[in-house]
């Protein structure tokens, strides 16, 4: 089972530059979401949708966009690159059974931007 | 506004000494609980999860978790650490969006 795949796992890019983060699962999940990781800081979410064609902002959405043309896929994209944007991001994909929710999280990318 | 915290940012534990990580969520909705572990250089890996019934969760690799309604809590514990257990562990609680709300992480070392 593949579940959720991000590409690329590194990825150094120069300030001003865009780039789009893919992330595809294949488990039929409703709700999937991007998370970045810093030091001392957790996960914090920067946007989700709860199905296709639907997406909404997280807790740090500045300098990204989303959007949910698809179910299996959720790309990520940084419109123009800044230093504070070097992170760790890390897509997730979840399904609600009953009241039980359970996240998957991809293998992540590694981002510097210089 | 929902939030999740944990009370130790690194701790540091000899083989064979007992773990118990804290873990405090302000929500009110019904809860889903959750831990998960980050080996160095690894994603993120479910520990255990609470949804209901039984308040103490067992998960993988001899962790198990108690929720504590009256207190909010969900604190992780481990009788006995291993080397192996060298990692990240976050505690995170789901949102009223399906999104998940986590702790900043607690580091844990543990000497050989």
């Known amino acids: 089972n593949a579940g959720v795949t991000q590409t690329p796992k590194f990825q150094v890019l120069k300030t001003g530059q865009s780039m789009t983060l893919q992330c595809a699962q294949d488990m039929n999940h409703e709700y999937m979401s991007w998370y970045r990781q810093d030091p001392g800081m957790g996960l914090r979410l920067i946007h989700y949708?709860?199905?296709?064609?639907?997406?909404d902002q997280g807790e740090v959405p500045n300098g990204y966009n989303v959007s949910r043309s698809t179910t299996e896929d959720f790309p990520l994209r940084l419109l123009s690159a800044a230093p504070s944007q070097t992170s760790v991001y890390f897509c997730a994909s979840s399904y609600r059974r009953g009241g039980l929710h359970e996240a998957f999280f991809g293998q992540g990318t590694r981002l510097t931007v210089v | 506004a929902q939030s999740v915290s944990q009370h130790n940012h690194h701790v540091i534990l000899s083989e064979a000494a007992s773990l118990e990580l804290g873990c405090n969520y302000s929500y009110g909705g019904t809860v889903n609980l959750f831990w998960y572990v980050q080996y160095p250089g690894q994603h993120l890996q479910l520990l255990l999860k609470?949804?209901?019934?039984?308040?103490l969760v067992k998960g993988i690799k001899g962790f198990e978790a108690e929720f504590i309604k009256s207190k909010f809590s969900f604190n992780l514990r481990k009788p006995s650490v291993q080397w192996s257990d060298t990692a990240e562990y976050f505690c995170a609680v789901k949102g009223s969006q399906g999104n998940l709300i986590f702790g900043k992480g607690t580091k844990l070392s543990v000497k050989p």
């Open positions: 949708s709860v199905g296709a064609g639907i997406t």
């Open positions: 609470y949804f209901s019934g039984d308040p």
